[in-house]
């Protein structure tokens, strides 16, 4: 079995002595002559495990990605990397191009059952990681637009083209007030000299959002008053 050995430290971990590298060479080597793997060398030296973004590990990557190692073995987890969502996209890869990923420290192996087993724990708790940040991100959505601040891009057509849109919408439908605007020689947003229905509805939404904005900053300055 032919696999990348892969070991890091950050500047802060002596990159320069080399005391971390040692350690782990020597760890990995044990378990490669027990096993009887051959060992392909991969170094990232003065390197943080912030992000998968390093040079050693993508070159790692690659390898693994053309088939030309069987595994990927680490002495340490944070070797690897420092965060879970992290992890969990190695071993997705791992997964879907069908070699195997080896952490010596924490017992993951996916060569093995009881390794597949962990690994798998291991992505449950990055699925977990991963829907908490999906809810952080919306309760900070919702809080902003309770706030009255407007999501999405900001909009580009002039006020009174947006009033006009409005108030030809309370008695004609997007297609007719589509082309009232035409017949009118309104110019688009974009400058163009015909509109479309679909800008119409979207110019709606926006006033809609617009106005669910301003309507939930006027409650909250009554609130507070």
Known sequence: MKVIAYVRVSTDEQAGSGLGIAAQRAAITDE??????ELIWIEDA???????????????????A???????VVSKLDRLSRSMLDFATVMDEARKQK???ITLDLGV????????????????????????????????????????????RPRLTPDDVVARVVALSANLSASQVAKALTAEGVPTTRGAAEWRPSTIRRLLKGHALDQESVDALASREKESA
């Open 32 to 37: 490669a002559e027990r096993r009887g793997w």
């Open 46 to 64: 003065g390197v943080s495990a912030g992000s998968l973004d390093r040079p050693g590990l993508a070159h790692a990557r690659e390898m693994l």
């Open 66 to 72: 053309a088939g030309k190692a069987d595994g990927l």
């Open 99 to 101: 070699w195997s990923l």
């Open 109 to 152: 192996d996916m060569t093995t059952p009881s390794g597949q087993l962990l690994a798998n724990v291991f992505a449950a708790f990055a699925a977990f990681e991963r829907e908490l940040i999906r809810q952080r991100t919306r309760d900070a959505l919702q809080a902003a637009k309770a706030r009255g601040q407007r999501l999405g």
